[in-house]
């Protein structure tokens, strides 16, 4: 247990380090997520409309999230891998790998979730309710990260590249998306953060399938 | 409303049901269901035909291989 | 022959189902009590004689003109109102005779008719112009409900009318896909849980299983696209259980187009195993929980995706029943065939290689 903790640790801080070497990598998506902002703004300028503020934050936030894991995982190199598949347990990797997207796309989408307040205004949010759209954007990239995760996983392995991932992905998140989306609209509505926060106790439970589906099923794909 | 106003002025009761027309449309859907029918019988036939034969061939191949 | 009797039996039965839905008539109804005198002035001095022209589907007041009565109800508030004239079997004009003093604005409207039985408009009736006091009582008339002496028929629904036919279509299109998926999804388990690596035998029945069950769900969106145009006046409109239902034929799409880019066939019976699994969950999550969490025009929508709405009364039952039955049995045939042709396939195959 605690070895495979370690093991975890370690492909974790890995792909960390890996992701921060290549520093176009992490870079390179902030620009596409602030160009992407920057791109809203100058057609809504600060007056959005409510829809429109909560539909442009949602687009940008999911394609830069499906920019993030558009990029093929440096360990999928063949060499590394049959290292790696002697070395740990699939379900260690899987886990450390879920990590690694849980925190790239948290960051990720705070930075575009910044850049939009600073662009198109926060008009439609009274006090605590751009942090509660803030926690929503986070469990929101939560859900994304575990599902696409496997399903980047399940691309690279029939050798798909990003169109697989789009064409498998896409779909699948739209319970995700659904669910964020009609949380976004109810906040902006000015309805109360108890009444609405079912969604996120819902976002919660997706992730949490997800997760346990991935850990089931990851060694079934990586397995020669 | 609009609607409404043109089912009454229009009412199907008399087009289609009063006429016997429905007769014809539920037999030729009646037809069509039976074609449908005949056409799976006969393709599952012709294609439990042809895996016996390709088993067989498979027992030849294998048995000239053999001798 | 008698192995075979089950595909017969679910022609058979949707044969049956084909002939009455297209055959059975729709029971009587009404559409609306309209106001004839529009323009007509509302001078409180006079008492006021309004008169309306009571308008039904498929009714029978040609026969036994003195036998149509029409009241009004509001909860336990019930009045009668005299028919002056009946034009036709469809038509019927009404005065609006009525206290000034009423207890509610909007009224159900009830026609009784010994041979249409007893007729039901939901809100049809909304009185301006009267004093409203809601403890204003009313002269209760005699009233009894009573059932139709009528042949047999499908039920009338407001707004549905005939498409109510589409039933019998539309429902037993998304169970048999649900039925076919499921398949898959037990064949995808057993599939990843086999021993044996290279055998793919599994992997052909979730594949024959998702096509046809691809067909289905196809169909269903086919028939409820018909349906909503019919009902809501859009071929499609927003709405959380259309959106599962695309969403679900989307990802059901994914499945076979990963299939068909992986060449290796123990790597492909993998992975779309692994793929299949996540579909089908996925088709749960949207089909039988998410319309749940949210409001839908659906029906049987308020927390319950099914079709208890539908107020499923005996005519209906005796065709919905043999009608799902019927649609399943014909799709398992159908997934029969098209597995036994796969495996023909790859037997052929294997002999040329040979």
Redesign the interface.
């Known amino acids: 247990m605690a070895q495979g903790f370690s093991h975890i640790r370690f492909l974790f801080q890995h792909a960390l380090r890996v992701e921060l070497r290549k520093k176009h990598g992490i870079a390179g998506l902030l620009v596409f997520a602030v160009a992407s902002v920057y791109t809203c703004y100058q057609v809504t300028g600060t007056h959005a409309e409510q829809e429109s503020w909560n539909a442009l934050a949602w687009v940008v936030l999911l394609f830069s999230a499906f920019n993030a894991v558009s990029k093929p995982w440096d360990d999928d190199r063949p060499e590394i891998k049959s290292f790696l598949l002697h070395a740990v347990s699939p379900n260690h990797w899987l886990i450390a790998r879920i990590a690694f997207y849980v925190v790239l796309l948290g960051v990720v989408s705070t930075v575009t979730y910044a850049a939009f307040l600073l662009f198109l205004g926060m008009d439609h949010f009274t006090g605590w309710t751009a942090v509660h759209y803030y926690l929503g954007i986070v469990m929101t990239s939560t859900a994304l990260a575990t599902l696409l995760a496997?399903i980047q996983a399940?691309?690279t392995?029939?050798?798909?590249g990003f169109s697989?991932t789009a064409?498998?992905g896409?779909?699948?998140i739209?319970?995700v998306i659904?669910?964020s989306t009609?949380y976004g609209s109810d906040l902006m509505r000015g309805i109360a953060f108890g009444d609405t926060a079912?969604h996120l106790l819902?976002l919660a439970t997706?992730s949490a399938?997800f997760t346990a589906?991935g850990y089931i099923?990851f060694p079934?794909?990586w397995r020669e | 409303m609009m609607l409404y106003t043109l089912l009454q002025v229009n009412p199907i009761e008399g087009f289609f049901f009063g006429s016997g027309k429905s007769m014809v449309v539920g037999g030729v859907a009646v037809i069509i269901l039976i074609g449908i029918g005949l056409w799976l019988w006969r393709m599952e036939k012709r294609i439990q035909a042809l895996s016996r034969q390709a088993d067989d061939a498979f027992q030849n191949t294998k048995s000239n291989a053999a001798s | 022959m008698i192995q075979g009797s089950w595909k017969i039996g679910g022609i058979a039965l949707l044969a049956y189902v084909v002939w009455t839905t297209f055959t059975v008539p729709l029971g009587p109804g009404l559409l609306e009590l309209r106001d004839r005198n529009e323009a007509a002035s509302t001078d409180g001095i006079t008492k006021r004689i309004e008169t309306y022209e009571l308008i039904g589907l498929g009714t029978h007041w040609g026969a036994g003109t003195e036998d149509l009565r029409v009241f009004i109800r509001k909860g336990q508030n019930l009045a009668q109102l005299p028919v002056i004239d009946v034009i036709d079997d469809t038509h019927a004009h009404i005065a609006l005779l009525l206290p000034d003093t009423l207890p509610s604005r909007s009224w159900d409207v009830l026609a009784n008719h010994p041979v249409d039985g007893t007729l039901f408009l939901q809100n049809g009736l909304f009185t301006d112009a009267y004093i409203i006091e809601p403890t204003a009582g009313l002269e209760p008339p005699v009233f009894d409900e009573h059932a139709p002496n009528l042949p047999h028929h499908f039920p009338f629904q407001p707004r549905i009318f005939e498409t109510i036919r589409n039933l019998m279509l539309h429902v037993p299109m998304w169970f048999t896909m649900f039925l076919l998926m499921g398949i898959g999804f037990v064949a995808s388990i057993r599939q990843l849980g086999q021993k044996e690596a290279s055998n793919t035998v599994f992997d052909q029945r979730a594949e024959a299983s998702v096509q046809v069950g691809m067909a289905f769900g196809v169909l269903g969106l086919l028939t409820g696209s018909l349906w909503a145009r019919y009902t809501w006046g859009a071929w499609w409109v927003d709405d959380p259980q259309l959106n599962g239902a695309l969403v679900t034929v989307l990802v059901y799409a994914g499945y076979l187009i990963l299939r068909a880019s992986v060449e290796d066939q123990r790597l492909r019976a993998r992975l779309s195993a692994v793929y299949n699994l996540f579909a089908f969950i996925i088709l749960m999550i949207l089909l039988m929980v998410l319309p749940r969490f949210t409001e839908s025009l659906h029906p049987g929508k308020g927390g319950n995706p099914g079709f208890n709405s539908y107020d499923l009364d005996s005519s209906l039952r005796a065709v919905f029943y043999p009608a799902v039955l019927g649609w399943m049995l014909l799709g398992t045939w159908m997934y029969r065939i098209r597995l036994q042709a796969t495996q023909l396939n790859q037997k052929l195959q294997r002999l040329n290689q040979r």
């Open positions: 496997m399940l691309s392995r029939a050798g798909g697989l064409v498998l896409l779909p699948l739209i319970p659904l669910v009609s079912h819902f997706l399938g589906l099923l079934y794909l």
